[in-house]
């Protein structure tokens, strides 16, 4: 620390808050730790009877904590990000648009690995609105070696992509093909299609038509290949995806020549989930979970498919870190386990 006279501390850090008493009034904090002193806090200090202070020595190479939150902030920061003004040494990233919230895990623990600096965040892949808190920067010290911030700011730029940033759902053409022998036929009412389209609209893609087919292999084909040519830019195929003999839905979509990325999931509920793709075009492939659970695999794949990801089994199989739904009775999703 430094004694300073308070008509040269001007750009001095305080070390400590300093309490300004108004007879009468209040008692309270004037200057905070951390505060620079600029010319206009002369007088005040000086009515507060403050002759001196003390400050941080200014040692060359050292970075305050608001300068290093700031700086923190930018380095992890993509699209979808605003950022805040430095408070008490914080900085908070907020979204600046509905979206998902990327937020690398790795690039994460990169940076808290390194020693004084704080990069706290939701979860990966949250569902996230806009003006929505998503995660803040600091700095342990008052005073941080600008070497450490420095570093920092080069290993998040090591990364392929933004350590935390919001991607928009993109406006997707979305076809439905309702399969199972029941509904074909009449005897049962389709529960699957209201479900599917409030999602999808509610996701802010259109449903350009739904059809049905009955369990047979062709069929299936062909509903999918009309919705193709009518310009489907995903496409949903409901039922038919048990491992009964009946349910031919997997081996007509295998059949077409799909990529299949997984037949099955790591989440419950839906572990019988499909997500392959033609050409470009996802076709996910839903389990009967989706017409009763509040929320199944297909709120969590769907939403990032939407953003234009392409999945990898990989990532179809991290989902079982957190794929136990706890099927509250009030569902509170995002604002649980589920998916995290």
């Known amino acids: 620390m430094q004694k300073i006279k308070v008509e040269d501390a001007v750009g001095a850090v ?24 600029r010319k206009e806090d002369i007088p005040v200090l000086l009515s507060m009877g403050k002759e001196h202070i003390y400050a941080w020595d200014q040692t060359p190479g050292l970075v305050h904590e608001d300068d290093a939150a700031q700086r923190l902030a930018q380095a992890v920061s993509g ?37 004084y600096i704080v990069l706290a965040t939701l979860h990966n892949h949250r569902p ?3 003006g929505q808190k998503l995660a803040g920067t600091r700095v342990v010290p008052l005073m941080i070696e600008e070497k450490i911030v420095a570093e920092a700011e080069r290993l998040a730029q090591t990364f392929p992509e933004p350590i935390i940033q919001v991607k928009k759902l993109k406006k997707w053409k979305v076809g439905v093909v309702t399969t199972g022998s029941e509904v074909y036929h009449g005897r049962i009412q389709d529960k699957f299609g209201p479900v ?23 069929m299936i084909q062909e509903r999918i290949r009309e919705h193709l040519a009518a310009g489907a830019e995903m496409i949903l ?9 009946d349910d031919v839905t997997p081996t007509a979509v295998k059949e077409m020549g799909a990529e299949l990325i997984t037949y099955g999931s790591p989440v419950l509920p839906g572990s019988m989930f499909l997500l392959a793709y033609l050409d470009e075009v996802p076709v996910l492939g839903l389990p009967g979970c989706v017409m009763y659970s509040k929320t199944t695999v297909f709120d969590l794949v769907a939403s990032r498919v939407l953003t234009g990801e392409h999945l990898t089994r ?17 569902c509170t999703y995002p604002h649980c386990s589920f998916g995290k």
């Open 237 to 245: 195929v409901t039922g038919g995806m048990s491992v009964d003999p």
């Open 196 to 218: 599917v389209r409030n999602k999808i609209t509610g996701w802010g893609s259109d449903v350009i038509g739904q059809t049905f087919a009955d369990d047979d292999i062709v």
């Open 79 to 115: 699209p979808g990000i605003e950022l805040s003004s430095p408070k008490e040494g914080k900085v908070n990233l907020s979204a600046t648009y509905d979206g998902l919230l990327y937020a690398d895990p790795d690039g994460i623990l990169t940076l808290n690995s390194l020693e």
């Open 128 to 130: 996230v609105t806009a």
């Open 14 to 37: 305080l070390v400590h808050d300093m309490t300004q008493i108004i007879p009468g009034q209040s008692k309270s904090p004037r200057f905070r730790k951390g505060h620079i002193v």
């Open 314 to 330: 990989r990532e179809i199989a991290k989902l079982g870190h957190g794929g136990l739904c706890l099927e509250c009775e009030v």
